[in-house]
């Protein structure tokens, strides 16, 4: 799904994953990925941060 959402949309994508399965190109969209225990302390945490940032899919 994420793979399409880029390739199709212009879209601001913000993933939060526990661990990181795959690494995504850009394409269309801007994707910025989140590891759960590396680049955050809690997915709570993770997603708060998220929402600030006004992507446009999570």
Do not use: C, Y
């Amino acid at each position: 799904m994420i793979r399409h959402i880029a390739k199709n949309r212009p879209v601001h994508v913000i993933t939060i994953e526990d661990p990181m399965e795959f690494l995504f190109s850009d394409d269309m969209a801007s994707i910025s990925q989140r590891e759960v225990g590396t680049d955050t302390g809690a997915f709570s945490e993770a997603l708060r941060n998220a929402m600030r940032q006004d992507p446009d899919v999570i």
